[in-house]
């Protein structure tokens, strides 16, 4: 074939600098250079141990270092969202925007190996600019589901208002998206709830996101069995552009480093895991951002002690547990600081449910391993996740929403109905949805042959 003769397309991918954004793209990558595509991945040096595991098994994959671009308002190393205050996040995005001339100077000298296109994360909308001044094609991708993407760009092409500025429970309506869903104003992207007009930074961001509407498709890490309804047609806010669904891009070996060292090895946790019965031990993460309070921590802890249930529970290194609780509970749980194993952990078949901030890569992963939920989104895409879980899926059931300590009762009622009777239905339907995953990503499968098409597109471009 053509395709194998020719010189594979160079393909530049741009990861946006937080935990979720990079490890999705570059779980993407692995799978583009096993189809012989050629890749060059830009990262700044602070993020450049994250592609360690990457390039060990994908040798042939190239890196372009760039120097972080300055900002008087980011600390000198701060090249990465794990650990910014969230409202870093958009003077983050705006200050990337400065990779645009190292990048363009960078391409314009690869005579000898052209750039062919550019995949580049939702939040670097301005290597659209890029590409075009290039005459290239930009693909966007997605870390996030369709509808999450579609949403998220929806109030930045429609720029809904409240009618109180004080109403967090105004309802926003998306009729243009199948089902026309609704959401109170709190739940959504803080992105669109903190913009400003006329300022420089808000701007910046509104503008990332109407730029991806220009582009030539978009990549999203989902799959059609979970997202259908949003698939089956072009949706007007995503540009009517064409969406290849190519998730889950989770890691299959159940072992796979996820983005960091772990401060428990695989094999620590399985030993502890092996002693506990099917199906009774509760996950608990959320995250590597999100910043659990003393008081989310302390009501948590309770209920955990109350119940009695059996857990792992993945802090921070900065999370303050209540003194005395993990010697209490020590024959019950397992704390963990800082980064952990979860594909593993998810993949044991000890564990039952996952207590999550329904951050999208978590979500693939629980899906993967045919895992339930307990929904607790607090920020980002998290609550339209949540919803698309619930009441679509049927993977899961809400626990708790938001910053603050939850209702000990409430909670404690719900994680004793999940491990009970009525968690029943939903672990079956979760398990059925495993086999869909796995499915989809298997040769000949939904995904399979979405990369497959893509793949071929990227190859077309080298005859245009």
């Not at 946006?16 to 830009?42: C, E, F, M, N």
């Not at 391993?369 to 899926?393: C, F, H, I, R």
């Not at 910053?403 to 009970?420: C, I």
Request: overall charge negative; proline content about 7%; some cysteine.
């Amino acid at each position: 074939m053509e395709e194998q003769t020719q010189q594979p397309p160079h393909i530049l991918l741009v990861p946006y600098p937080a935990q979720g954004h990079i490890l999705a793209l570059l779980d993407l990558a692995h799978l583009l250079s096993l189809r012989k595509l050629s890749l060059t991945i830009v990262v700044t040096p602070s993020n450049l141990p994250l592609l360690t595991p990457l390039l060990s098994k994908s040798p042939s994959i190239e890196t372009l270092s760039l120097p972080f671009p300055s900002n008087t308002t980011i600390s000198p190393g701060m090249e990465n969202t794990k650990g910014m205050p969230p409202t870093s996040f958009t003077t983050l995005m705006h200050t990337v925007t400065g990779l645009y001339d190292p990048l363009l100077a960078w391409i314009q000298s690869q005579s000898h190996h052209p750039v062919t296109a550019i995949i580049s994360d939702f939040f670097h909308g301005w290597t659209h600019t890029l590409a075009e001044k290039l005459g290239i094609p930009r693909m966007v991708f997605a870390p996030s589901g369709v509808l999450g993407t579609a949403v998220l760009h929806s109030v930045f092409r429609r720029m809904p208002q409240r009618s109180d500025p004080t109403d967090d429970k105004f309802v926003v309506s998306f009729p243009d998206i199948p089902k026309a869903p609704s959401y109170e104003w709190y739940k959504l992207s803080r992105l669109y709830r903190t913009y400003v007009e006329g300022d420089q930074v808000s701007e910046s961001v509104k503008r990332n996101f109407l730029l991806n509407l220009k582009s030539w498709g978009i990549i999203s890490n989902t799959f059609k069995a979970l997202e259908e309804a949003y698939l089956e047609n072009p949706l007007e806010d995503l540009g009517y552009q064409r969406v290849w669904a190519v998730g889950p891009l989770a890691p299959t070996d159940g072992v796979q480093d996820r983005g960091g060292a772990n401060t428990v090895s695989s094999s620590d946790v399985t030993a502890w895991l092996d002693k506990c019965q099917e199906g009774s031990v509760l996950y608990i993460c959320f995250g590597s951002q999100a910043m659990v309070t003393p008081q989310q921590a302390t009501s948590l802890a309770a209920v955990l002690e109350k119940s009695g249930v059996q857990f792992i529970w993945v802090v921070l290194e900065s999370t303050v547990i209540p003194e005395g609780f993990a010697e209490r509970r020590a024959h019950k749980g397992m704390i963990i600081r800082g980064w952990a194993p979860q594909v593993a952990i998810l993949r044991h078949v000890a564990v039952g449910w996952f207590l999550t901030h329904c951050g999208w890569n978590s979500i693939l992963e629980s899906v993967a391993a045919g895992v339930s939920m307990l929904t607790w989104p607090m920020t980002a895409d998290q609550y339209v996740n949540a919803k698309l879980l619930v009441e679509e899926a049927g993977v899961a059931m809400n626990a708790w929403e938001g910053f603050g300590p939850p209702q000990e009762d409430a909670l404690a009622t719900v994680m004793a109905e999940a491990m009970g009777e009525r968690g029943n239905a939903i672990r079956e339907r979760s398990r059925e949805m495993q086999m869909t995953a796995a499915e989809a990503v298997r040769e000949g499968g939904s995904s399979s042959k979405d990369l497959d098409e893509l793949v071929h597109e990227l190859w077309k471009l080298k005859g245009m």
